[in-house]
């Protein structure tokens, strides 16, 4: 199942954001939770994690850019879009650059371009996923780290053993 978190101190944008999501995927395959308060949205993605977080840019108290940022700490795979009224471009690079937002939708959207940037963006999550699936993020152990040693002491006997001279010095034989 996926998972959509929306954000907007709007209560009438977040609704219409809803309602167009919720249009193009059924609630028994997308799980939309919307928010209206930067600080509880940031929480939520603490506590759960999310294929795709939308925010808007401005906002009292923390911008969209923070939240995306704060967000990307969290969950580096959620893919981030912003979608704003400003037209304050060197703002919205900026957002762009530090939270590494995936696109940036210009309000008033339209409804098809946004279903096609969350169907692109759970797109882009499946190939960070499968990316990461496909190599180990650990080398494989070595083994038991008793039986490395004792396999060093049967080759090379002697070679575990440390002898300590009374000033706390190594003796080599």
């Known amino acids: 199942m996926r998972r959509i978190l929306i954000l907007d101190d709007e209560p009438s944008v977040l609704s219409a954001l809803r309602r167009t999501l919720r249009s193009a995927f059924?609630?028994?395959?997308?799980?939309i939770e919307a928010f209206d308060e930067p600080e509880a949205a940031v929480l939520r993605a603490g506590e759960q994690d999310f294929d795709v977080v939308i925010s808007d840019y401005r906002m009292p108290g923390l911008?969209?850019?923070?939240?995306?940022?704060?967000v990307k700490g969290l969950q580096p795979d959620a893919i981030r879009i912003v979608v704003s009224a400003t037209t304050e471009m060197v703002d919205i690079l900026a957002?762009?650059?530090?939270?590494?937002?995936?696109?940036y939708l210009a309000k008033p959207w339209q409804q098809d371009e946004l279903i096609a940037t969350v169907q692109e963006a759970f797109a882009r999550r499946d190939v960070l996923l499968g990316a990461r699936q496909a190599k180990p993020a650990v080398p494989p152990a070595a083994g038991d780290p008793d039986d490395v040693l004792r396999q060093l002491e049967q080759d090379e006997p002697g070679i575990t053993r440390v002898d300590w001279d009374e000033h706390g010095n190594i003796r080599l034989f």
């Open 63 to 70: 911008n969209g850019a923070d939240v995306l940022q704060l």
């Open 95 to 103: 957002a762009v650059n530090r939270a590494e937002v995936f696109r």
């Open 26 to 31: 059924p609630q028994a395959d997308v799980v």
